[in-house]
């Protein structure tokens, strides 16, 4: 459920609804009586049967509306009572295929463990039974095709709302949660990535690494950093599309290759310190290592896709046996305060990154950017590819990896956004944080008119801030 530039209901009352119609046409001649039809007959017809109450199904219209209040009251509770998420029993998490959002038929719906079992009281449907994750390291284990990957998945997915039907209604995640992943190749700028990885052989600077060809490691180490940046408190993570060396490395690698030689810091070490110093909760799935087991504090079993928690067995287990190391020393939040600086050239804008406040990539005057865009400047081309990607002018932003992004429709949004990020709020004084903040205040005040002019699309739905950090991470102008 997404807020979407096709409609709109101002404070006013005012309910603005944009759509495209195609003019029908012989050749380079419009057909004016099929026109006609068209503005006339089935557009109005179209308006009464989707804007007036009237015309619709009443039950249904309060069931979408009493469902998005159950959903937000939960979210509430989740804040209150130290939750990370929900999961109701009876959802449906399998979809129906790789490519469909539907839920699948005939599978095995959710259950959850008696020890997680939590019961909420909601304004409208009354008491809701479910499994609540609580804050801290939660390890999600089992053997291949038992649901690891799936329950982790809907949780992704559930820092939106669904609607009625999805299978997934009341499974509800912390809003700001991020999926990390490796994503070799990928270009990063100005982020500091020594709590996870430094002292290079080559003598590069790691508190403020930069790179357009990143390894699998030094993207997810970035990911980190800039996910913190973001304001994210909750980490989801899957072993399988993670950097291996950057999760742990195991006692025997470690007794072959010295400490003194690995530059890597794994995720393993440095977990509890998120949690415990910065209050960054972790969800990991792991299939592999036993290791995470001595850093869990709630630790689950999919089991023919029912959950078991298993805690207290393990942590038994983990008595017997010699814990790795699981702490690094030194663990200190990042400095968070990368200023972009634009940089003119060839009538071109590129951004630089400082910090502190210093502006790098000041114009040829010696003047840092005011942030307003200059009157004879042309808007930037945009052009969209679906989900996973678009292009500003000539410069292409590859989102396949940010798993979360739900629509087409929010890559749109993420392109006008980042334009605007480029053209008007990158002023060598802002930093990332503020740029956003930046955006994000001008859509609550102004709407889509400030990022698209007089023609606003209906084909925009409104990204989280977390996919505008990942937008503009990944932006290589």
Same mark, same amino acid.
């Not at 839920?103 to 259950?111: G, L, Q, Y």
């Not at 698209?452 to 739905?461: D, R, T």
């Given at each position: 459920?997404?807020?979407?530039?096709?409609?709109?209901?101002?404070?006013?009352?005012?309910?603005?609804?944009?759509?495209?119609?195609?003019?029908?046409?012989?050749?380079?001649?419009?057909?004016?009586?099929?026109?006609?039809?068209?503005?006339?007959?089935?557009?109005?017809?179209?308006?009464?049967?989707?804007?007036?109450?009237?015309?619709?199904?009443?039950?249904?219209?309060?069931?979408?509306?009493?469902?998005?209040?159950?959903?937000?009251?939960?979210?509430?509770?989740?804040?209150?009572?130290?939750?990370?998420?929900?999961?109701?029993?009876?959802?449906?998490?399998?979809?129906?295929?790789?490519?469909?959002?539907?839920?699948?038929?005939?599978?095995?719906?959710?259950?959850?463990?008696?020890?997680?079992?939590?019961?909420?009281?909601?304004?409208?449907?009354?008491?809701?039974?479910?499994?609540?994750?609580?804050?801290?390291?939660?390890?999600?284990?089992?053997?291949?095709?038992?649901?690891?990957?799936?329950?982790?998945?809907?949780? $992704?997915?559930?820092?939106?709302?669904?609607?009625?039907?999805?299978?997934?209604?009341?499974?509800?995640?912390?809003?700001?949660?991020?999926?990390?992943?490796?994503?070799?190749?990928?270009?990063?700028?100005?982020?500091?990535?020594?709590?996870?990885?430094?002292?290079?052989?080559?003598?590069?600077?790691?508190?403020?690494?930069?790179?357009?060809?990143?390894?699998?490691?030094?993207?997810?180490?970035?990911?980190?950093?800039?996910?913190?940046?973001?304001?994210?408190?909750?980490?989801?993570?899957?072993?399988?599309?993670?950097?291996?060396?950057?999760?742990?490395?195991?006692?025997?690698?470690?007794?072959?290759?010295?400490?003194?030689?690995?530059?890597?810091?794994?995720?393993?070490?440095?977990?509890?310190?998120?949690?415990?110093?910065?209050?960054?909760?972790?969800?990991?799935?792991?299939?592999?290592?036993?290791?995470?087991?001595?850093?869990?504090?709630?630790?689950?079993?999919?089991?023919?896709?029912?959950?078991?928690?298993?805690?207290? $067995?393990?942590?038994?287990?983990?008595?017997?046996?010699?814990?790795?190391?699981?702490?690094?020393?030194?663990?200190?939040?990042?400095?968070?305060?990368?200023?972009?600086?634009?940089?003119?050239?060839?009538?071109?804008?590129?951004?630089?990154?400082?910090?502190?406040?210093?502006?790098?990539?000041?114009?040829?005057?010696?003047?840092?950017?005011?942030?307003?865009?200059?009157?004879?400047?042309?808007?930037?081309?945009?052009?969209?590819?679906?989900?996973?990607?678009?292009?500003?002018?000539?410069?292409?932003?590859?989102?396949?990896?940010?798993?979360?992004?739900?629509?087409?429709? $929010?890559?749109?949004?993420?392109?006008?956004?980042?334009?605007?990020?480029?053209?008007?709020?990158?002023?060598?004084?802002?930093?990332?944080?503020?740029?956003?903040?930046?955006?994000?205040?001008?859509?609550?005040?102004?709407?889509?008119?400030?990022?698209?002019?007089?023609?606003?699309?209906?084909?925009?739905?409104?990204?989280?801030? $977390?996919?505008?950090?990942?937008?503009?991470?990944?932006?290589?102008?």
């Amino acid at each position: 459920m997404l807020e979407r530039s096709a409609c709109e209901i101002a404070g006013n009352g005012v309910v603005t609804a944009r759509f495209h119609v195609g003019f029908p046409a012989f050749g380079r001649t419009i057909n004016a009586g099929e026109l006609e039809k068209i503005l006339f007959d089935f557009l109005p017809r179209c308006i009464e049967g989707s804007l007036l109450y009237r015309r619709l199904d009443a039950e249904a219209v309060k069931n979408a509306v009493f469902l998005a209040e159950d959903q937000a009251a939960v979210r509430d509770i989740l804040r209150s009572e130290g939750l990370v998420a929900f999961v109701a029993n009876g959802s449906v998490l399998p979809r129906k295929s790789g490519v469909s959002d539907l839920p699948m038929e005939k599978c095995v719906p959710f259950v959850s463990p008696a020890s997680l079992e939590r019961t909420f009281l909601l304004p409208h449907r009354g008491q809701i039974t479910g499994m609540a994750i609580p804050r801290g390291i939660t390890l999600i284990v089992g053997g291949g095709y038992h649901g690891k990957s799936t329950l982790l998945e809907a949780l $992704q997915m559930g820092v939106y709302d669904h609607i009625a039907g999805d299978g997934r209604e009341f499974v509800l995640c912390d809003d700001t949660a991020v999926k990390l992943r490796a994503e070799d190749g990928r270009s990063i700028r100005g982020v500091d990535i020594s709590l996870f990885i430094n002292d290079l052989p080559n003598h590069k600077d790691t508190g403020s690494f930069s790179t357009l060809d990143a390894s699998g490691s030094t993207s997810q180490a970035a990911g980190v950093i800039e996910s913190i940046e973001a304001g994210s408190a909750l980490f989801l993570v899957d072993e399988d599309t993670s950097a291996t060396n950057f999760m742990l490395r195991d006692e025997f690698m470690q007794q072959v290759v010295s400490r003194s030689k690995e530059p890597i810091t794994p995720f393993l070490e440095r977990a509890v310190d998120l949690y415990r110093e910065a209050g960054i909760s972790t969800i990991l799935v792991a299939g592999s290592s036993g290791a995470f087991f001595h850093i869990a504090d709630l630790i689950l079993q999919m089991d023919c896709y029912r959950p078991l928690d298993i805690t207290a $067995q393990v942590k038994e287990l983990c008595k017997a046996r010699t814990a790795p190391r699981i702490q690094a020393p030194d663990f200190a939040l990042p400095d968070l305060t990368r200023i972009p600086s634009p940089a003119h050239g060839g009538g071109r804008e590129k951004c630089a990154y400082g910090r502190g406040g210093r502006a790098r990539g000041a114009d040829r005057g010696g003047r840092a950017g005011s942030g307003t865009a200059d009157p004879r400047h042309e808007h930037k081309k945009i052009k969209t590819f679906g989900k996973d990607s678009f292009s500003l002018d000539r410069e292409s932003v590859d989102l396949r990896y940010v798993e979360q992004l739900a629509d087409a429709e $929010q890559t749109a949004a993420l392109a006008h956004l980042l334009r605007y990020a480029v053209e008007e709020a990158i002023d060598g004084k802002r930093s990332m944080r503020q740029i956003v903040d930046t955006i994000f205040a001008t859509l609550e005040k102004r709407g889509w008119d400030a990022f698209c002019g007089s023609f606003v699309p209906c084909g925009l739905a409104r990204p989280r801030r $977390q996919e505008l950090f990942a937008c503009l991470n990944r932006y290589r102008g």
